[in-house]
């Protein structure tokens, strides 16, 4: 079954880091570009950061706090969070995309045409 899986998310206070992880396990990811997504309650989902062949892409809410990253060979993606803030509080979802078929800013729209989407993971952050 080809799915991506989350994980790495859960509690933490302001000012602090997570790395989120996708596990693209079934999936030849070197021809794929990545995203990653966050939806808050109430809220629209927003793409948070992408990279599709090289070039990367980064909301202006997360620059400079949020590395996005990949390593092909282990079939990962990666979303490191860095002095985080409670408007970070959100679903984090990894997706990705046929890289040919999509810039790392058309990938972060998050209406665009995505292949596969994972099921989410949470980050609270809070005192």
């Known amino acids: 079954q080809l799915k991506l899986v989350e994980s790495g998310g859960g509690l933490v206070e302001p000012g602090g880091s997570l790395t989120l992880s996708c596990a693209a396990a079934?999936?030849?990811?070197?021809?794929?570009?990545i995203g990653w997504f966050r939806q808050a309650p109430g809220k629209d989902r927003e793409g948070v950061s992408c990279i599709s062949e090289g070039t990367t892409y980064y909301s202006d809410s997360v620059k400079g706090r949020f590395t996005i990253s990949r390593d092909n060979s282990k079939k990962m993606a990666y979303l490191e969070l860095n002095n985080l803030k409670p408007e970070d509080t959100a679903v984090y979802y990894c997706?990705?995309?046929?890289?040919?078929?999509?810039?790392?800013?058309?990938?972060?729209?998050?209406?665009?045409?995505?292949?596969?989407w994972g099921q989410g993971t949470q980050v609270t952050v809070s005192s």
């Open positions: 997706a990705i995309r046929l890289a040919a078929a999509t810039s790392a800013q058309d990938m972060c729209v998050p209406t665009s045409m995505k292949d596969y």
């Open positions: 079934r999936f030849a990811l070197e021809h794929y570009a």
